[in-house]
């Protein structure tokens, strides 16, 4: 049922209170509130759209993997972890023969090693080619200051517009042995960004230290070297409302988030490997550097590493180096750095959404949802529109994430959405709560209690608007009433007429009926509307005759009292009649006009003429003379009527058979 508000109360209160939502998880997106909602939608993204086909071809991984801890033979010739570092000159050896692009060890040789000779060995692979970067971290150190280092300098990268980039400021670091450090082509940070779950999104591409930036691992491996240092240029842009924050490298845009980092484009793993990269054992490439020094064909093919960008690293369980990823809780962390290679080759970096964006979004579904459950009367209606704007948010959500890796805001909208509903839905069921009692009460005074209830459980049941259709309407009057008025006190006479009236009402209602009005001493009552009665013409008889017994009841009571008796005479005719809202924009009455209401109107007139109760035109004898026992009356001249009206006396609806007027006569 519609609430008695005006359309533009309805929708201004909508409005109001989309509006009030929508504000309100506004500020708490801003606030961070929801932080850990969106990071789990966030996650779900990458798992419900993982892309391991994206993944760049031209990065590979030589894994420090548990097939290689398990080889007597590795632990022979390199001992226990950590490994010789004769190992890491022998892979390098080998990737040199093969032609790889470049290399990152995601390894910190910190400290000299245990064996005099591998430092050097190492050392001269390394400056034997400028292909490979070094791993080393920062670290913040409560009350340290940063110190010169004259290689790490070397890597430096000149920033534009800072103030728009990470804001962190490291004070500490690890770095290698400066025996290997300086021959390498470069150094790169692992230092990772993890969120408040402990879960890897963001990374950060150029780190701030004593004044100086520099690179990622991934960023020293994919971007220019020594030779072309004056290429190490980046150039910050803050974030505004419109557009995402963002940083220029080497002519590439790639987007930053609130952070001042990029956020990571997982890939996904390939389901034969269980990696999003091409892994190789490390074992496999130190076997074949020993076919190739002794003139065997390597067991590994060259052509396997021809122009590739190889990242090495850790992935045994025993070393620790994982990370929780939006994928997985045990993402290696060599893998971790082939896939930010992979971003940056690739610009393959997540978007956030501008901040007008994730705004709208949340406004759109909390206006959107509130609008709907105040507009449909329906709250089949109202839900289904309410979870079709869900599902085409989230389908839009996802398609945009696929599609342009652009990441909106997801549970903000969502919260707005259910929060809209449920205020909606609650504001309705006290305000239609309260207007429902009341259209309860005032409609139970015209139409029975059991098809209010209907009404009440299936509004489209009332259906109030105009139109035409076939009805039987009853009209009843008191014989002599004006007689009758004259000679009793008016009190007695209101009570008599009170009580009669009262009976005659629960008449009609117990046998479905609508009370249309009084005027004075006559009824007016209808069947068939406004909940459709296939039976309509059998319930007016069955009326007409309880009405008549009803009648006589009440009768008995009052020659006991001493108090005037009454009778009634009904007509009752069945048509094609107008129902609907009759009236004035000030007063209407929802009732049904037409010349069949009249003819109803004058079959009662005529009651007392004929001599005759229950008066019914042919019209509703055809429908009930299978049920009724009648007497013919023969045919009358009405008002309004050129031609003269067959009419019908009902005497009872028991099926018996009829009886005709004559016959009638002859046995009374």
Known sequence: MTLKLPTIGRTALAALMGGSVALVFGLLHIAGLLAPLERMAYDARFRALDRPDLASSEVVVIALDNPSFESTEMREDYGRWPWRRQLYAQVLYYLRQAGARAVAIDITFAGPDAHPGDDPLLASQLGAKADTVLAFSFTELSGATAVRDATLERNAWKVENPACGPARDYTGLDLPLAELSEKARGLGSTTAFRDPDSVLRHSTLLFRYGGGYYPSLALALTGPGPERAGDRHATYRCATPFRAGSVELGGKEIPLDVTGGVLVYWYGFHPETGYSFRHYPVYRITNSAKDLAQGRPPEVPLAEFKDKIVVIGPSAVGIGDFHASPMTSTAPGVEYQATLASNLLQGHFVRPAPAIWN??????????????????????????????????????????????????????????????????????????????????????????????????????????????????????????????????????????????????????????????????????????????????????????????????????????????ELHIGVGINTGEMILGNIGSERRMDFTVIGDNVNLAARLESSTKELKASIVISEATYKQIEHLAQVRDLGTIHVKGKDVPIKVYEVLGMDGKENVTYESAKTSS
Not at 528 to 537: I, L, N, S, T
């Open 359 to 564: 705004a709208l979004a949340i406004l759109v579904l909390s206006l959107g949802t509130s609008l709907a459950v105040w507009r449909f009367a329906d709250w089949r209606a109202y839900s289904g529109a309410s979870l079709a704007l869900a599902l085409a948010f989230v389908a839009g959500n996802l398609l945009l994430f696929q599609a342009e890796r652009t990441a909106l805001v997801l549970a903000a909208p969502m919260g707005a959405l259910a929060t809209a509903f449920a205020a909606g839905n609650l504001t309705r069921y006290i305000t239609e709560g309260r207007e429902k009692r009341r259209y309860r009460a005032t409609l139970m005074k015209y139409v029975s209690p059991p098809l209010v209830e209907a009404m009440m459980k299936d509004p489209g049941l009332g259906e109030l608007h105009n139109e035409k259709r076939e009805l039987t309407v009853l009209f009843s009057d008191v014989r002599g009433f004006t007689t009758i008025s004259e000679k009793i006190p008016v009190d007695e006479l209101v009570k008599t007429l009170n009580e009669f009236l009262s009976a005659m009402v629960e008449v009609i209602f117990r046998n479905g009926g609508t009370l249309d009005k009084f005027v004075g001493d006559c009824v007016m009552a209808f069947w068939g509307a406004p909940v459709r009665q296939d039976d309509h013409a059998a319930r007016a008889a069955r009326t007409a005759l309880e009405m008549i017994a009803t009648l006589e009841a009440l009768n008995e009571s009052w020659r006991q009292q001493g108090r005037q």
